[in-house]
């Protein structure tokens, strides 16, 4: 057995030299990940679209008038731009999120805002809460539609983080 000290003496010529492949190793600069962050972001991903789609349903059912619905669903380009930020709204959750799994995720969690939404609803404005009058097949088309919609954005989100991630690894440092 030899002893630490027996090590200690050996003369430097004795001592076994490092392989090459150590001496080219050069030491990396390891950050400190945040792993919170990351989840904190992951969160922030799927309630993004369960929040705002909760958020727009109880202002256009709950808050506007009648009269106030139907100008905003009358005007030209009305349609269309709430179309474009529910693909907006995809793509910043799948950003926000950055992992394929985006894609699933963000149109369960906006369908989870249209269910919370036209369920809590009538709660608030009758007392029957599966009563949802004369609104039925809008809410049928925007459960059915705008998760495909949202797809569409989740979609565009991921596929720019990819690439982002992508040119960040080959990126020389």
């Not at 565009?156 to 982002?164: D, H, M, Q, S, Y």
Request: hydrophobic residues 55%; charged residues 10%; aromatic residues 12%.
């Amino acid at each position: 057995m030899v002893s630490p000290e027996h090590i200690d003496e050996q003369k430097p010529e004795v001592q076994q030299a490092p392989s090459p492949a150590v001496e080219q190793q050069v030491p990396e600069v390891f950050e400190k990940k945040q792993t919170w962050l990351k989840w904190l972001m992951r969160v922030a991903g799927i309630v993004l679209p369960l929040v705002c789609n909760f958020v727009g349903i109880w202002v256009y059912f709950v808050f506007m008038t009648p009269s106030q619905q139907d100008a905003l669903t009358q005007q030209a380009g009305g349609s269309f731009l709430l179309l474009l930020g529910v693909v907006l709204l995809g793509a910043v959750s799948a950003l926000l999120f950055r992992s394929w799994w985006a894609i699933l995720v963000i149109p369960i969690a906006f369908s989870a805002g249209v269910l919370l939404a036209f369920y809590l609803m009538p709660m608030v404005i009758s007392p029957n809460p599966l009563d949802i009058g004369d609104t039925g097949f809008g809410v049928f088309l925007w459960a059915i539609i705008g998760p495909m919609i949202a797809l569409f954005g989740a979609l565009i989100g991921t596929a720019i983080v990819k690439v982002w991630e992508a040119r960040e690894q080959v990126r020389p440092q």
